[in-house]
């Protein structure tokens, strides 16, 4: 079974950078492919970013595209968020969660979920 954790939240703020980390003690990420989700209490949760299994392929929310790369790290089994010129509406809870699919396009998608870390961004 996956377990994953999430690090690397913080308050910074904006135009600073943070880099999230999703880690699989499990060493199973390479059977997954891995996503970015964010929820602000009181709203739905919404995707951020998602890596396919291997790596292949990414897809990123429009709002973020040029800002937040996902990438990962097999021999680390770690999936990492790099999150550049933040902004205040970056603020939210981040999750990583692995899914069986290839292209896990929402969050009903996902076998598996991390704990969560905070972000947030001031302005």
């Known amino acids: 079974q996956v377990q994953l954790v999430e690090s690397g939240g913080g308050l910074v703020q904006a135009g600073d950078s943070l880099r999230l980390s999703c880690a699989d003690s499990?060493?199973?990420?390479?059977?997954?492919?891995i996503g970015w989700f964010r929820q602000v209490p009181g709203k739905e949760r919404e995707f951020v970013a998602y890596l396919t299994r291997g790596g292949g392929n990414t897809s990123y929310r429009d709002s973020v595209k040029g800002r937040f790369t996902i990438s990962g790290d097999n021999a680390k089994n770690t999936v990492y968020l790099q999150m550049n010129s933040l902004k205040p509406e970056d603020t939210a809870i981040y999750y990583c969660?692995?899914?069986?699919?290839?292209?896990?396009?929402?969050?009903?998608?996902?076998?598996?979920w991390g704990q969560g870390t905070q972000v947030t961004v001031s302005s």
């Open positions: 969660a692995a899914s069986s699919l290839y292209e896990p396009p929402s969050p009903g998608s996902y076998d598996y």
């Open positions: 499990r060493r199973t990420f390479s059977s997954y492919a």
